[in-house]
């Protein structure tokens, strides 16, 4: 682990987990469940840091009140839902409880990838994702526990990394380590601990999609990687993926 905290090599593998362990249902679809899930996930792939996916949980929710796409202030509906809020906090709490020790971080959307996950790209500007950061940072406020010492946020549009600021606000506040994920441009991310991605601002690597097809990558060991578990693979191919980013972040 890095001075704060984080670990050179992290891992995003709810969604390969959720068809390898459980056979392809959401276990967010049974929060009272999901520690077991995310302990059973951390030993397979030997996860230094584990994800308990608030972005997961928001889309169950979703889907079990039968929406598909919304707008803005749908959206800001539904995270000030009291029913969505006890499913995450009911997540949290079995998370913590099952996990123990291990180092654990609270992965959400920001503004922009929520945006488009639920809403019309045409529909989508600047005033849209201020009132979703803000709408974000409100939802963050009611789960933020002190087991939990890192949050990682992942984007997509580069216009809502001007809006992070109450979502940053709320880690130093609470002294927690702030993670942005954007593969695109990040230039112009501020106020966050680590940024993975390609820009000049980043100081780790989202790993390219070619090191799981069996292409050759080279990998630096000082280097931080994130990367995600593709879902169709077999455990054995993501086993002995894994052991190579292991060897090189060693």
């Known amino acids: 682990m890095s001075p704060n905290g984080l670990p050179p090599l992290w891992i995003d593998g709810m969604a390969f987990g959720a068809r390898v ?25 030997a996860l230094d840091i584990v994800d308990i996916d608030i972005g997961a949980g928001i889309a169950a929710f979703a889907r079990a009140q039968g929406i598909e796409r919304t707008d803005s202030a ?3 509906d539904l995270l000030s839902d009291a029913g969505l809020r006890t499913r995450l906090k009911r997540g949290i709490e079995t998370a913590t409880g099952a996990l123990g020790a291990r180092p654990l971080a609270l992965a959400l959307p ?17 005033d849209v994702l201020d009132d979703l950061a803000m709408a974000l940072a409100d939802l963050l406020r009611a789960l933020v526990v002190p087991a939990i010492g890192v949050l990682r946020f992942t984007e997509a549009d580069p216009r809502a990394l001007e809006f992070f600021e109450p979502l940053t606000n709320i ?29 000049a601002a980043a100081d780790g690597r ?25 879902v169709s693979l077999v455990p054995e191919t993501v086993l002995a993926k894994l052991r190579v980013l292991s060897e090189s972040a060693s």
């Open 110 to 126: 920001g503004p922009g990838a929520l945006a488009q996950a639920l809403m019309d790209q045409g529909e989508i500007d600047e």
């Open 171 to 199: 880690a130093r506040h609470y002294e927690m380590t702030s993670v942005l994920v954007m593969p695109g441009a990040a230039d112009e991310a501020t106020g966050f601990d680590r940024i993975y991605g390609s820009a």
């Open 74 to 76: 749908g959206i800001e």
């Open 21 to 45: 362990l459980r056979g392809g249902d959401d276990p967010w679809d049974t929060p009272g469940e999901l520690g077991l899930f995310l302990r059973e996930l951390a030993s397979l792939l």
């Open 206 to 230: 989202i790993l390219a999609p070619a090191f799981w097809e069996g292409g050759d990558v080279a990998l630096a060991g000082d280097t931080p990687v994130f990367t995600e578990v593709p």
